[in-house]
Structure formats: structure tokens, C-alpha cells
């Protein structure tokens, strides 16, 4: 079965702090992708950021910056100088060119405060 | 092109209607992708099309769903004989088939049904 867990229902950090969003997945295929996706409040999904799996390099796309444990099935993403417009929803998901659909974990809900 | 968009944002109908509601992808995107999203979980994928194939289905799908798209262009997804337990966003995505792994979202259809 294809599964994605995000442990965190909630998380928080202060402005200009540094947060960590925790993903684990759990497929056999070898040839995936994996993503974070933001939701704000107003529902439309932006994506974050992209990590193939045949790469080892970890992605980064600006404040965004993933930790990819390919062995530990663990996906994490790190975002450096939170900032207000942070605080969404944020969606771990993997996608497998086979079955061409995304699975989704069931979401972290980020605070940012002031 | 502005993205993804969808139509209508909010429907509430009455158990036992039929509902349908149109999806307008990115232009130059011919791969489509309906999901379902309830309260506190991740989207779900549905269905996609490739130009005006409807290549996949989940067994979520059930016999009361169906999806088109004519002309390869904007496609429409209809519930029949609504149920309570279909009170969801419904969410459409689009991608280019190359790039088929970065889907662009709309902001979705919140459908109540009392």
C-alpha cells in the first residue's frame, strides 16, 4: 500500500525562527517524486518544493530546503526565516509515474507568530 | 493564463440531487486530474485525463461519479443521486505530460450536501 504519514497535525514557530516538518512514506516502487504542497486558508494548493528520488542532492527553493532520507523513507521540510505568509496547511505527497497519482498525507497546520 | 480555475467555488444542494461542476485547466496543459478532499485529510485522487482519455480511475469513483473532457480542453465532473458522505472539496489539476509529476491546482469546489 502506498502510505504517507506526517506525524504533526500542528506545528508553530516565531517569525524569523526556523521550523521542521516531519514526513515518512512508504512505497516499494524506486523511481518516485516527492513533494511539499502549501495550502493557505483561502484552499488552493501551491507547490513548495520538488525532490526527485533518483537524486541525492536535497532540493532547495529559496527559505525551502528538504532533508531527503531515501533508506529511512523520510521526507522532510525545513523553512528558514518563517515569515507570517507561511502559515498554511502544508501537504507532503509522492508521486509515482506508474499509477500517475499523487498520494497525500493528511497535512501540518502551520502557525507563524508574531 | 491565470492558472487553474474552477467553477462553481461553493455548491449546497440537497441529498439525492445531481451536481456537476466544471474544471478550467492551464492552457497548454493536457493532462487533467480531479481529487477529493475532506475535513482534516489530504486530496484523493479521483480520476485523469490525457487530452479527452480518461486514462485512470480510483475505486473511490464510484458508479454515481463521472467525468468528461470533450475536447481535451476544461472537463466537468457530475455526481449523481448526492450523498451526504460526498460533502467535500473537490479539487481539479492540471499538468503538461512531459512534466507530468508538477500538477498546478485550482482552488477547488466545497460541496454541503444537507
Known amino acids: 500500500a502506498q502510505t504517507v504519514t506526517q506525524s504533526q497535525p500542528e506545528m508553530s514557530v516565531q517569525e524569523a525562527e526556523t521550523v521542521t516538518l516531519s514526513c515518512t512514506y512508504d512505497t516499494s516502487e524506486s523511481d518516485y517524486y516527492l513533494f511539499w504542497y502549501k495550502q493557505p486558508p483561502s484552499r488552493q494548493m501551491i507547490l513548495v518544493i520538488r525532490q526527485e528520488a533518483y537524486k541525492q542532492q536535497n532540493a532547495t527553493e529559496n527559505r525551502f530546503s528538504v532533508n531527503f532520507q531515501k533508506a529511512a523513507k523520510s521526507f522532510s521540510l525545513k523553512i528558514s526565516d518563517s515569515q507570517l505568509g507561511d502559515a498554511a496547511m502544508y501537504f507532503c505527497a509522492y508521486f509515482i509515474g506508474t499509477g500517475n497519482q499523487f498520494y497525500f498525507g493528511t497535512g501540518t497546520s502551520l502557525t507563524v507568530i508574531p | 493564463d491565470t492558472g487553474v480555475s474552477q467553477d462553481p467555488r461553493h455548491k449546497i444542494t440537497k441529498r439525492g440531487q445531481n451536481v456537476t461542476f466544471r474544471c478550467d485547466p492551464i492552457s497548454e496543459h493536457n493532462r487533467l486530474y480531479w481529487y477529493r478532499q475532506t475535513l482534516g485529510q489530504g486530496p484523493e485522487f479521483l480520476t485523469y485525463f490525457q487530452n479527452e482519455a480518461q486514462l485512470e480511475k480510483s475505486r473511490l469513483l464510484s458508479d454515481r461519479f463521472s467525468a468528461e473532457r470533450p475536447k481535451g480542453s476544461f472537463s466537468t465532473l457530475e455526481i449523481q443521486r448526492t450523498e451526504q458522505g460526498d460533502s467535500a472539496m473537490y479539487l481539479c489539476?492540471?499538468?503538461?505530460?512531459?512534466?507530468?509529476?508538477?500538477?498546478?491546482f485550482g482552488p477547488g469546489t466545497r460541496l454541503t450536501v444537507t
Open positions: 489539476a492540471s499538468s503538461l505530460e512531459r512534466v507530468f509529476y508538477e500538477q498546478y
